[in-house]
């Protein structure tokens, strides 16, 4: 969040000789405003390099300087031994909208002499993978895209010098049964629930080009082994917009980049990611926050931490929190939508029809029946209407029920993700999900 102009006024009184007492005053302005880039044009002119070198608001170079203090900051005030790292290319997040399927991505450095990916960033699933000696892939010229200024990368495991098989005997090989011999190279297949799509191929070792920071020093650059997939064949989505050039798994699983950075000791078991469609977007490996910042504790599914899914206590519509609104839910990347159960769903879209003062379009399919008009150039405001009684049912929960644990688990309700089980079926219908986002848009916009 962009930081802005802070006002301390810090009071001291002194008593001299029964003499009135003096106020002096003291104030902050943030560093990079227009005020203190006239306080110091003003005390300094052009000194230095003859002009001041003073960063757009909201560029890049504004956005690293800020980050970069933060980090120097939190590093000295954690003492911690991990540094935090990120891509080689950088930390940037980056976001182009409906050409690529609405996911978030950042650009990888790996093997040697190392080549460049732009990966989808994607923390419900585990596996590294990029396109590799293809059989059928995405398109990768720029001249393919209207968002890209430079070719994309195809991986071939024999042009690295650091790369390797890994063997059907290995661990972290899951796909051992479709083996021929222990030393072949490990399969792999990843299948999707939705529009055909999957990506396959084996699994390889190789280096991936990082970045280390620290508070007590500059930085510096490292190489990780980290699992990769060579995806040979892709299908359905990822061949039409959705990951041309790759994913990366974040999820907590084994083979997972975060995992295995933490497994050889580089980071803490953690990482942070900040999405965000103007361009402003990072990832740190190692990241925990400060120790002070409230958390929210992942469920166990099936006793075991294999997805990030979390315990929403309740659904609130405006000021109006919903009975029997709970649920468990996965936190996910690379899913563009919130997807709510179908019971669960019925009861927002009915408080929201209930409040909102808006016109819905009319003469829409029933699965579009809770869409409504939102013209920006309408100068009439839309917004939702308090209860009539000017009190919710439910009141929002206080700060100590948002911090007390709940881990009970139940059934996720998960639609329209990834699943290595190619049997696993979506518990939502079509006209469901459709009419959802229409809805979950707006609910977005106005709440």
């Known amino acids: 969040m962009e930081k802005r102009a802070v006002f301390l006024v810090l009071s001291v009184w002194l008593l001299l000789g029964g003499s009135a007492a003096l106020t002096f005053s003291s104030r902050l302005i943030h560093r990079f405003s227009d005020e203190a880039k006239a306080l110091w044009t003003a005390r300094n002119g052009n000194a230095g390099n003859g002009v001041v070198s003073w960063p757009k608001r909201n560029s890049l170079e504004y956005l690293e300087l800020l980050i970069g203090n933060d980090l120097k900051r939190q590093r000295m005030k954690l003492g911690s031994q991990y540094p935090l790292l990120f891509p080689s290319q950088g930390s940037e997040t980056l976001f182009f909208g409906n050409e690529f399927d609405w996911l978030h991505y950042t650009w990888i450095d790996i093997g040697t002499p190392n080549v460049s990916f732009l990966v989808a960033l994607d923390a419900g699933s585990d596996l590294l993978w990029v396109p590799c000696d293809c059989i059928q892939c995405a398109p990768l010229s720029a001249s393919y895209y209207n968002s890209l200024d430079k070719d994309l990368s195809e991986y071939s495991p024999s042009l690295s010098s650091s790369s390797k098989n890994l063997s059907c005997s290995h661990l972290l090989c899951e796909s051992s049964s479709y083996c021929k011999g222990p030393n072949d190279p490990c399969p792999y297949i990843i299948e999707y629930d939705s529009d055909n799509t999957s990506t396959s191929g084996y699994l390889v070792e190789d280096k ?32 039409d917009g959705a990951a041309p050039d790759g994913l990366m798994g974040l999820g907590p699983g084994n083979i997972s980049v975060p995992s295995l950075l933490a497994k050889a000791g580089l980071i803490q078991n953690s990482f942070s990611i900040c999405l965000d469609e103007n ?36 659904l609130c519509v405006g000021s109006s929190c919903l009975e029997k609104s709970g649920f468990s839910a996965l936190v996910d990347s690379g899913t563009s939508f919130t997807y709510l159960p179908p019971e669960i769903y019925d009861k ?13 379009i009319s003469n829409q399919e029933d699965f579009w029946k809770y869409c409504y008009n ?11 209407a308090p209860p009539p009684s000017g009190e919710s049912p439910i009141p929002l929960p206080t700060n100590e029920q948002q911090n007390t644990n709940n881990t009970q688990a ?23 999900l459709l ?5 979950l848009l707006i609910l977005r916009c106005l709440l």
């Open 410 to 432: 139940v059934t996720p309700a998960v639609a329209g993700r990834a699943s290595t089980n190619p049997s696993a079926a979506s518990s939502l219908q079509i006209p469901t």
């Open 435 to 439: 009419c959802l986002m229409a809805s």
């Open 374 to 384: 939102q013209d920006v150039n309408d100068k009439s405001s839309v917004h939702l």
């Open 208 to 239: 991936l080009h990082l970045k280390s920071f620290s508070g007590h020093s500059e930085e510096s650059s490292l190489q990780a082994s980290v699992v990769i997939g060579c995806g040979r064949k892709q299908s359905g989505g990822y061949l």
């Open 348 to 360: 927002v879209v009915l408080e929201f029809d209930k409040q909102v003062n808006a016109r819905r």
């Open 279 to 314: 361009g402003s977007g990072r990832i740190y490996f190692g990241d925990k926050g400060l120790a002070t910042q409230q958390s929210t504790p992942f469920l166990p599914i099936g006793g075991k931490y294999e997805k990030y899914f979390v315990r929403v206590e309740h």
